[in-house]
T-cell receptor, first 114, second 114 residues
Framework: AQSVTQPDIHITVSEGASLELRCNYSYGATPYLFWYVQSPGQGLQLLLKYFSGDTLVQGIKGFEAEFKRSQSSFNLRKPSVHWSDAAEYFCAVGAAGSARQLTFGSGTQLTVLP | DGGITQSPKYLFRKEGQNVTLSCEQNLNHDAMYWYRQDPGQGLRLIYYSQIVNDFQKGDIAEGYSVSREKKESFPLTVTSAQKNPTAFYLC?????????????FGPGTRLTVT
């Protein structure tokens, strides 16, 4: 069974600073990887995904993530954070096969200081 | 506009009562999912359905039931057997025949049982 670890429960950065959110996964084959963002009381919005090809993927809102197979990681980055980026971020891994379920990490809460 | 709707946004019930949460999508997606979200625990899969009139239990199905009589609709019933039903419930859908099977989420329903 697959699993996802987001080691940082809460991260605080200043507006304009760079951001990296960590995600480590456990899965036997090539994973399908996703990052979602959730504003308070809202549903989840897909930021980006990786399932094959270039290991550096670009997403919406200026985010990018890099798949590193050797480290079983899929860290999310943004060069300059905006106050509107404050939210909770979830990493997810998908299993191959017909079920195509996603397993989510426990999330990282991002606070942005003015 | 295509999307997923969940109603109501807030729901209050007395302990011992069954309650049904609505989820409708007009994205023509084959698969639909129900997740429960509790603080610090990420999303946990309750039930999913890949096709009309078929559904499977997820990781935490006890105390819940679902039906899938139409492609567009996947209601979730929280029964009185669910020991701790107060939570934020999220519905999602996805296309099954795409290599990257990202899930799209509704806005969620917050259920409070007292």
């Amino acid at each position: 069974a697959q699993s996802v670890t987001q080691p940082d429960i809460h991260i605080t950065v200043s507006e304009g600073a760079s951001l990296e959110l960590r995600c480590n996964y456990s899965y036997g084959a090539t994973p399908y990887l996703f990052w979602y963002v959730q504003s308070p009381g809202q549903g989840l919005q897909l930021l980006l995904k990786y399932f094959s090809g270039d290991t550096l993927v670009q997403g919406i809102k200026g985010f990018e993530a890099e798949f590193k197979r050797s480290q079983s990681s899929f860290n999310l980055r943004k060069p300059s954070v905006h106050w509107s980026d404050a939210a909770e971020y979830f990493c997810a891994v998908g299993a191959a096969g017909s079920a195509r379920q996603l397993t989510f990490g426990s999330g990282t809460q991002l606070t942005v200081l003015p | 506009d295509g999307g997923i709707t969940q109603s109501p946004k807030y729901l209050f019930r007395k302990e011992g009562q069954n309650v049904t949460l609505s989820c409708e999508q007009n994205l023509n997606h084959d698969a639909m999912y129900w997740y429960r979200q509790d603080p610090g625990q990420g999303l946990r899969l309750i039930y999913y359905s890949q096709i009309v009139n078929d559904f499977q239990k997820g990781d935490i199905a006890e105390g819940y039931s679902v039906s899938r009589e139409k492609k567009e609709s996947f209601p979730l019933t929280v029964t009185s057997a669910q020991k701790n039903p107060t939570a934020f419930y999220l519905c999602a859908s996805s296309i099954q025949d795409r290599p990257s099977y990202e899930q799209y989420f509704g806005p969620g329903t917050r259920l409070t049982v007292t």
